[in-house]
């Protein structure tokens, strides 16, 4: 029992130190009073520095427009800020539905204290499900930290070369922000370059704790339907029976009722990952198809090779970043879809006609799939991430035609 106990609180532990730089909380009821105040003064700190960088891009921008500068030098901040803007958007949902969360926590954790099956039958299955979990976060990470690299050392590698070229210091920033004062005054330059770094190091780990959390959630419910589908499965027993059809078994009828109950808590669960999570994702799709669109415009018309590295690194990621969450998605709905298959290959036909009915009821239920959607505008799965793609090639070929048109 303690080993199965501790399935979730091993997972949530793993996806805790995203959490712990953002000031967003996975237990907020657990806090007492001194360390909400930590907790809600970092995250006040975090908000309030990188959106200052925000509305430096956006003036920086908006000047840019004013000044005539050209669609391949105003794209080169834009899939920055928009991924910042998302980031900061993301931390405010995730902030405004802690209640919920703190409730689809207690519900997993009452979940696997209460309802576990024989965990050794499919255990293959479930330690799958956890090593792609942490390959999954382990990627991510390693992709993070790359970007963290390349943005904080390009200037500086660009700075030596022009150096070496012209023996001129000629000072540059990670990011093209419009300051009140001279970015460049060595008073202050030191400063805003740290600021840069950190606001970006907030983007990411803002969107990877909101992330990890779904993704977490997403893979302990398919546990949890993994089991719900063995025990399904098995619910009528073969030992004993040499012919004929069994009759009023009471004990197989008062397993059923609980396994409909089992199968109630994961729909319940399923619900409120669609109440925390449906608004960030719309907003997550529409941001990931201008990140994507307009990072490989970047890619293709910036002929600079150290920020072609950059934008390929940037344009990786926000692929995978929108893939994976279409993927939990989509493997949240195949969960629960997977429940008809097992109630179908259980031993119902042993049984009697009033038993084959209710099964059929919870069968029939089952067809219905537990999904998310983007705030009920479209399904989170692998089909809306097609539908991602298209968009983002879309907008990329308008973006081209233009750029094509003004160069001609």
């Not at 415009?297 to 994976?324: C, K, P, R, Y």
């Amino acid at each position: 029992m303690a080993e199965q106990k501790s399935l979730l609180d091993g997972l949530l532990k793993n996806i805790k130190f995203a959490f712990t730089w953002t000031g967003l909380s996975l237990e907020s009821r657990k806090r007492n009073s001194i360390d909400t105040i930590k907790c809600r003064s970092l995250y006040i700190f975090n908000f309030i520095w990188l959106n200052s960088d925000i509305i430096s891009a956006v003036s920086w921008f908006a000047e840019g427009i004013e000044n005539g500068k050209t669609i391949t030098e105003l794209t080169y901040l834009f899939p920055c800020t928009t991924l910042s803007f998302l980031a900061s958007m993301k931390s405010l949902y995730h902030i405004k539905k802690e209640d919920s969360i703190n409730q689809i926590v207690d519900d997993l954790r009452e979940l696997e204290a209460n309802k576990t099956g024989d965990i050794k039958k499919i255990e293959d299955n479930i330690n799958k499900e956890i090593h792609f979990l942490n390959f999954v976060t382990s990627l991510l990470n390693t992709l993070n930290a790359m970007m963290v690299l390349v943005f904080t050392t390009s200037p500086l590698v660009l700075i030596a070369v022009k150096y070496i070229k012209t023996g001129e210091v000629e000072l540059l920033l990670p990011f093209l922000d419009v300051y009140p004062f001279d970015p460049y005054d060595m008073r202050y330059y030191p400063f805003l370059y740290i600021k840069q770094i950190w606001s970006e190091c907030i983007v990411l780990l803002e969107i990877c704790a909101c992330d990890y959390f779904f993704y977490t959630c997403c893979t302990y419910i398919r546990i949890q339907f993994l089991l719900l589908q063995q025990k399904m499965a098995e619910i009528v027993p073969d030992k004993n029976i040499s012919f004929g059809i069994i009759r009023n078994d009471e004990e197989i009828r008062c397993k059923l009722i609980e396994l409909i109950q089992w199968h109630q808590q994961l729909i319940r669960s399923s619900e409120m990952l669609e109440v925390i999570y449906a608004k960030s994702t719309l907003m997550n799709f529409l941001t990931s198809s201008i990140v994507i669109c307009l990072t490989g415009f970047n890619v293709t018309t910036i002929t600079d090779v150290a920020l072609i590295i950059i934008f390929m690194t940037f344009l990786f990621m926000g692929l995978l970043q929108v893939f994976f969450l279409c993927y939990y998605g989509d493997l949240l709905m195949r969960s629960s879809m997977e429940l008809n298959e097992s109630i179908y290959n259980s031993r119902w036909y042993l049984m009697d006609s009033a038993f084959g009915k209710e099964l059929l009821f919870v069968q029939k239920r089952s067809q219905k799939p537990c999904k998310l959607t983007a705030w009920g505008f479209a399904d989170v799965n692998l089909r809306a991430f097609m539908r991602v793609l298209s968009s983002s090639w879309s907008y990329f070929a308008l973006l081209k035609t233009v750029y094509s048109s003004q160069r001609s």
